[in-house]
Every structure is written in C-alpha cells, then in structure tokens.
C-alpha cells in the first residue's frame, strides 16, 4: 500500500477566462470543483492507476463531501484527521488567450495539538503495511517547520519508504531527515541553496548536493523542460514532447505519482522517468487529478526521451 499525507488539503476552484485583464469585470467561460491538495493529487493519481492507496492528513468537517467523494470513487482509504472548521478553497484563473494560470491560495487551517497527535499515530499504524508514504504540501499555520523531518525520520524506523514534495523551511529541514526521493522543482531547489541555478550543470551539482543527507533520488521538475533524475549512479533528463496544455495544476504531484509506481512495479530508472513524464503530460492536457487511458498513456511514454547526463 502507498498512504499520502496531505496537512493542507484544498478545494480547487478553476475558473477558465479568455484575456485576464487586472482591475477589470472577467466574464469565466467555465468552472470546475475538484477536492485536491498535493498528496491528494499524488493519492488519485495513483488510484488511477490501479495502485492501492491510503490518503491522511487534515480535512475540516464543515465541508468534507467533496474529499469524501472522491475518496469513494476511486477506492482511496480514508484516513484523514476531521477538524474543525472549513478546509480552505485554491482559486485557479486559466487564462486560456494568454496561456498562463494564476493561483490563489488560501491559509488552512492551524490543527490543534490533539489532532497533530492523532495524525502521528494514524501514521504509525499505517506504515506497518505500506511500501511507500508520499509527504506532500506546505505546512498549515501552527504546525512547526520541522513537522516533516520527524515524521521522515520515525517512518525511516519503520522501514517505510518516504517521499517529500514541499517547499521552503520545512523541505530544507526535511532534507536533512533522508527521506527516500525529494522532488523540488527549480525555484524550490533555488530557494533551498540560495543560488541563481541558471545553467543545467548547476542544477546537477545541487541536486547531487542533496544525496549527501542520504537520499536516494533527487528529482527536480523543471516545467515545460522536463525533469532532471539523479541518485548515486546516474543523472537523467526526461524531455517532454509538446502537448496542449489544459491546466498545468498537478503536473508535479503527477510525476511524482509516476516515480512512485515505476518504483513498485519494479521499473528501472529511466524507464520511471518515461512513466512519471507520460503521467504529468496526461494530467496537464485536462483538468484535475486524472489519467488518461492506457493507450494514450502509453503514447505519450513512447514519446518521452529520456538521455543521460554524462558529466554529471
């Protein structure tokens, strides 16, 4: 079983426009609601897939029918944490003229230390059985920055493996716990080492920086250019082919769905990088935490070029 823990879930507002326009009446062509957060997207992703999966983490019990829903539909455990309050909404403005997607996020909601605790211990319990726990999101208020770096590191104990998908102090405290993968993205990587990281080999040499705290994969998602993959052997880049893009919302959560269940239907490297790239191209050519069927999926892996990186 994989479990994905998501303390900041939300419920997604996309709202398609043609020609955003700041300070002005935008009239929206369409809108869609999906109950979503990073590890809730990694968790259907998976679902999808046809891996069995757990999903836990904070959920407000003023508005949980959406989350619950989906959790039903696609056969996902429901071990999530009830607290009080309304989990918080993430508006999505898809300029489809422009072809730029603005986000606006809301704070969740702060848990009290009962629930945190609860968390834990559901946590405990759910590593006996599981292969993988994917740890994906920002904290939500109240929860301290090192919250990740414990839990990677009793998980760890357990002999579970561990992913970690966040951003700022919290993936800089993480880091140092060894989770199995980490998955920043260019502007997290940079953040985290404090440097420009403007040419490829620079990006190489600070996600190899990264193994040093004993991960094992490091990948770097870099957009529309793909992804970078390195762990102690090698270095890969997988390169997309261009698509039409719908909505770029869960492209990382979907590779990193994709690393994930190359993992443990025993692919080799390059061969998860080919899924993981074919699982991101699938969700962004529409909307929501979705794969398409196999045979496009199969298509778009066929499509991927994967190319080591030699002087990495």
Not at 64 to 78: S, V
Not at 233 to 260: F, K, M, T
């Amino acid at each position: 079983m994989i479990v994905t823990v998501t303390l900041n879930p939300a419920i997604d507002q996309t709202i398609f426009v043609e020609g955003l326009q700041l300070g002005a009446v935008n009239r929206g062509t369409a809108q869609l609601l999906n109950a979503g957060g990073k590890g809730v997207n990694v968790a259907a992703v998976l679902a999808d897939y046809g891996l069995p999966v757990a999903v836990t983490g904070l959920l407000g019990s003023d508005n949980p029918a959406p989350f619950e829903q989906l959790f039903a539909r696609n056969g996902m455990r429901d071990h999530f944490v009830r607290i009080p309050g309304a989990t918080r909404s993430a508006i999505k403005l898809i300029d489809r003229h422009a072809g730029l997607t603005t986000e606006i996020n809301l704070p969740g909601l702060a848990p009290s230390p009962a629930a945190l605790e609860e968390l834990e211990q559901r946590l405990e319990t759910l590593s006996v059985a599981s292969h993988w726990c994917v740890l994906s999101g920002n904290l939500p208020p109240g929860v301290p920055d090192d919250w990740y770096a414990r839990i990677i590191a009793r998980l760890r104990a357990r002999g579970c493996r561990v992913a970690l998908d966040t951003s700022q102090a919290a993936l800089a405290a993480g880091v140092r716990a060894a989770p199995t993968l980490v998955k920043p993205n260019l502007d997290e990587l940079r953040h985290l080492t404090g440097a420009a990281l403007s040419e490829l080999p620079e990006i190489v040499a600070a996600g190899r920086a990264l193994l040093r705290h004993g991960i094992e994969l490091v990948a770097i998602s870099l957009g529309a250019d793909g992804a970078l993959l390195i762990d102690r052997q090698q270095c890969l880049i997988a390169r997309p082919p261009r698509v039409e893009v719908v909505s770029p919302v869960g492209a990382g959560d979907a590779l990193l769905a994709g690393l994930i269940a190359g993992q443990v239907t025993g692919l080799d490297l390059a061969a998860r990088a080919r899924l993981a790239t074919a699982f991101a191209l699938g969700v962004i050519t529409r909307v929501g935490a979705q794969l398409p069927d196999r045979a496009t999926l199969h298509a778009y892996q066929c499509q991927v070029s994967v190319a080591a990186l030699e002087d990495c």
